[in-house]
């Protein structure tokens, strides 16, 4: 995906790490950091993501079974 910095409101560089407007975000923001962060929310409005609860097993399987 191609992000072009020209679709990016301009009141975007008001948003800071101190004033996303929910705690997902917020989250979002420490792992991805605030300009991803930001890319998201401009680019992806409206989709949902979700992590399954068992995403992880498979690695955890070939650990615990070397």
């Known amino acids: 995906m191609v992000i072009n910095s020209e679709t990016e409101p301009v009141w975007e560089k008001y948003i800071t790490e101190d ?3 929910t705690e997902d975000l917020k989250y979002l923001c ?4 605030l300009e991803a962060t930001k890319k998201l929310m401009f ?3 409206g989709e949902k993501f979700s ?3 068992h995403c992880n097993q498979q690695y955890k ?3 615990y079974y070397r």
């Open 19 to 21: 004033n996303l407007p």
């Open 43 to 45: 680019n992806a409005t």
């Open 51 to 53: 992590i399954h609860a």
């Open 30 to 33: 420490s792992i991805i950091g």
């Open 61 to 63: 399987k070939t650990i």
